[in-house]
């Protein structure tokens, strides 16, 4: 699995990066759409090239993105100007984050927690920690253990999540969804979990 810096650059220089399929997340725009929430201070735990993030940005959240490539970061703030919306941009690693100032009233990650996880959890957990406050909310989308294809993200299982997660946030809802297709093949099963912190 990709883990270094060097590695995620690797990857987006390859266009090895499935994930990265310039379409705005569906589960996200359904959230926010069914949940009510509305422009605030975001927070995007692997950015990837900002396809997410600039979409936050264009609803009016105020948006602080992260993401270990600078690759990645490089393509996601040109894509920020293009779209022509300010966008706090952050390298680093999401388990050593540093001149970041929360707290953040949403946090989104859609791809992230599935590949730090199983390498440092508690630098994932402690960042949530440290950026959110009681009461944020935050929409994790992650692989599904359920997929029973070969192909696409880590798996993890529901009790998994909520054995991880549990601890600092409250589930309000957890359901499977599909991510994007991707070349018209369709895309990999996950899991969208709507979250608030205890």
């Known amino acids: 699995m990709t883990t270094t810096r060097e590695e995620w650059n ?8 499935p994930w990265d399929t310039n379409l705005v997340s569906r589960e996200l725009k359904r959230v926010l759409s069914e949940s009510g929430l509305g422009p605030c201070r975001a927070l995007e ?6 396809t997410n993030a600039v979409y936050l940005a264009q609803q009016g959240f105020e948006v602080t993105a992260i993401d270990l490539s600078p690759v990645a970061i490089q393509r996601a703030r040109e894509r920020a100007s293009a779209a022509r919306v300010s966008i706090q941009w952050v ?11 929360g707290p953040f009233d949403f946090v989104f990650d859609r791809g992230c927690y599935h590949c730090v996880r199983r390498n440092d959890l508690a630098g994932y957990v402690a960042t949530l ?30 009790d998994e999540i909520r054995a991880e997660l549990g601890p600092l946030f409250k589930i309000d809802q957890i359901r499977a969804f599909r991510f994007e297709d991707t070349g018209g093949v369709e895309g990999p099963l996950g899991w969208s979990c709507l979250m608030t912190r205890l």
């Open 10 to 17: 690797a990857r987006y220089l390859e266009a090895n990066a």
């Open 45 to 50: 735990l692997g950015c990837g090239t900002g």
């Open 91 to 101: 390298e680093a690693s999401v388990t050593e984050v540093t001149g970041v100032t």
């Open 129 to 158: 920690g440290r950026l959110t406050q009681p009461g944020s909310r935050m929409l994790l989308l992650t692989g599904n253990a359920n997929e029973q294809s070969e192909q696409g993200p880590p798996r993890v299982h529901e």
